[in-house]
């Protein structure tokens, strides 16, 4: 809408599922996607939607199939609103970065959906050969999370920073003994850690085999010539097509940490964004906004008749 504050859309990662998240958008036109992404996928989606346990919404594979298909139904629904502001940029929290280039006309809906069930599944059988873990830390910024990870990993831990997603909220992966290493130290630096109930050490080298599996399904993949404005995870850099190779920006991305918080800024400073879509479950990213642009405007979509503005 000509005028409107420049708006970017973001998308949520593995961690925003839920049991029953299906159910407020069932009767919405784009619901017809999750039969399609279930074609894509060889998995029944709209069951995962609606009846999956939380349990099974634990399953890496399972659960980005269902984050991935309920955010491209808010997606098209969103954009079938005529109260939807002036979209300038995308971007997406770990797997949300493949719902901000299907988004962004960098892939196709069919090509998204298949990467993200072969990403899941890479990453679920890497965290079963190498099983680890992950812990938020809250009131702690980059520097102190990097010093206690330096202290876990001269005692012999495998740990790593994953996620820089906002000022106070950093998070760490690796394995169960390291990530409870750097737990322990949480009080010493005024901080405090949050186990995360995934499956996996992911966006560290624990994943690389993943990344091998992955770079496979990615390279026979065409990503459009150009598409509307991403910011990637990787390196906090805006991409419009050419300029980028998305096959090595993805696999980098299953190994190294999410830079979150840079991204935002990034969207504001680069591209003007000062109003912020949430779609898909969950409003996580929404706070990690807020904690890096007070001033800015968040919008979360949880439901068909949510506001836009």
């Not at 940029?89 to 797997?95: T, V």
């Not at 906002?166 to 394995?175: D, E, N």
């Not at 919008?299 to 503005?309: E, I, K, Q």
Request: negative net charge; hydrophobic residues 45%.
């Amino acid at each position: 809408m000509t005028g409107a504050p420049p708006t970017a859309l973001l998308f949520p990662g593995q961690g925003a599922q839920r049991a029953g998240m299906g159910e407020p958008w069932r009767d919405v036109d784009a619901w017809r996607l999750t039969a399609e992404v279930s074609a894509h996928t060889g998995t029944d989606v709209e069951e995962l939607l609606l009846k999956a346990d939380d349990a099974t919404l634990r399953e890496t594979d399972l659960a980005q199939l269902a984050v991935f298909t309920l955010s491209v139904v808010v997606l098209h629904h969103v954009r079938s609103r005529e109260d939807l502001p002036e979209v300038v940029a995308h971007a997406g929290h770990s797997l949300g970065e493949y719902v901000a280039l299907y988004a962004a006309g960098a892939l196709t809906l069919p090509d998204a959906a298949r990467l993200v069930a072969a990403r899941g599944r890479a990453m679920r059988e890497a965290a079963r050969r190498d099983p680890g873990t992950m812990a938020v830390l809250v009131r702690a910024d980059a520097e102190t999370a990097r010093t206690m990870v330096d202290t876990a990993r001269a005692a012999g831990h495998r740990v790593w920073v994953a996620n820089l997603n906002a000022p106070g909220q950093i998070v760490v992966s690796g394995s169960h003994e390291g990530v409870e290493h750097v737990a322990s130290l949480a009080g010493d630096h005024d901080a405090k850690a949050i186990r995360v109930a995934v499956g996996g050490a992911f966006h560290t080298p624990l994943m690389a085999s993943a990344g091998e599996e992955l770079s496979r399904a990615l390279l026979a993949v065409p990503f459009a010539a150009s598409h509307e404005p991403v910011v990637a995870n990787v390196d906090a850099r805006v991409y419009r097509g050419g300029e980028a190779d998305w096959p090595d920006l993805e696999v980098r991305q299953l190994t190294g940490p999410v830079l979150w918080e840079r991204g935002v800024r990034t969207l504001h400073d680069a591209l003007g964004c000062v109003r912020f879509l949430e779609l898909g479950p969950g409003r996580t990213l929404a706070g990690m906004v807020r904690r890096t642009l007070p001033d800015a405007t968040v919008v979360t979509v949880n439901t068909p008749v949510d506001h836009l503005r």
